[in-house]
């Protein structure tokens, strides 16, 4: 069994994007900047905004942190994303989701210019992903693409099956791998004899939000196992996955921590500098 090491693929996607960086302000005179938005106090979002603005320092972009009050107005959060959309030192903007309920999310993303949609969820986006041709996709998707391919797992030809139809890993994640020629299909809380299903999976995506809902017994021999689960379980972060005895019988397989999620913001902070690179 190999532990796949996103810590370590995570390191050197940015170390790469800071030589790049450090490469186009020098030919340029400019960088690349990023714009989070984070709406009221829910702890894990304002721990992965801070994150996302300490890491954007590291590989040399600026960020602009805008942390508002969870009273917040739609209108006034719209109006924030204007100013964004129209400040050309601005080449990203990642409004940090959930939103507070009386904010309609799709409202909020359809506002977002989508050449500065970094997280990949505007309507143009997803549309150019399904059709194949999106320059910026969704970070935690692309990021266990990165994975794969960094641990050089074929993806072509093998049965892919994703646990999970979210906007934000399960549908894109799906696309992705369809892109790269894998026999895809996605399960949801409906579906019929689940553990069928996915004991034919050569690669397993895990993403239900569920703490430790993958057993040994849903896993094939040799398959390769993703678990994008973070879960809160008396302080501690669970996965999706039940990693000892999924990890007996997997050929790879993404522990939690330290797996997927150092790849969100890697793959966050390069679709940045794609975003800035197409302004140059
Ligand atoms: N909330 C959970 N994951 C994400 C993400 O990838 N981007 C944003 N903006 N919010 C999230």
């Known amino acids: 069994m190999v532990l796949i090491n ?45 994150n996302k603005n300490k890491i954007c320092g590291e590989v040399g972009f600026q960020s602009f942190g805008q942390n508002l009050p969870a009273e917040t107005s739609e209108a006034q959060l719209l109006n ?8 050309e030192e601005v080449n990203g903007i990642l409004v940090q989701l959930p939103l507070p309920d009386h904010i309609d999310e799709e409202k909020v993303l359809l ?14 986006n997803v549309g150019k992903l399904a059709i194949g041709n999106a320059l910026l996709t969704p970070c ?9 391919d960094y641990y050089e797992i074929e993806i072509a030809g093998k049965h892919a099956v994703v ?3 979210s906007n ?14 894998a026999t895809v299909t996605i399960c949801h809380s409906k579906t019929k004899n689940l553990k069928e299903v996915t004991r034919q999976a050569d690669i397993l995506i895990a993403a239900v939000g569920r703490p430790h809902f993958v057993g040994s017994e ?37 522990p939690v921590p330290g797996g997927v999620g150092p790849m969100t913001i890697a793959l966050l902070m390069e679709n940045t500098l794609k975003a800035f690179k197409t302004t140059l």
């Open 6 to 50: 996103g810590k370590t693929v995570s390191a050197e996607i940015r170390n790469r994007l800071m030589q790049e960086t450090a490469e186009l302000k020098n030919k340029t005179g400019r960088m690349p900047g990023l714009a989070t938005v984070l709406v009221g106090e829910d702890p894990a979002s304002a721990v992965y905004v801070r």
């Open 111 to 124: 506002s977002i210019d989508p050449e500065k949609d970094v997280d990949g969820f505007h309507p143009i």
């Open 80 to 87: 924030l994303i204007k100013q964004l959309n129209e400040n």
């Open 168 to 181: 934000i890993v399960g549908k894109p994640v799906a696309h992705l791998l369809l892109q790269r020629h």
């Open 140 to 148: 935690t998707p692309t990021g266990i693409i990165a994975l794969l």
């Open 218 to 254: 849903m896993v094939k021999e040799g398959a390769v196992v993703i678990d994008v689960g973070i879960n809160r379980v008396e302080g501690k972060l669970i996965g999706d996955v039940e990693f000892d005895p999924v990890a007996e019988k997997a050929a790879f397989i993404t």
């Open 163 to 165: 646990l999970g139809r």
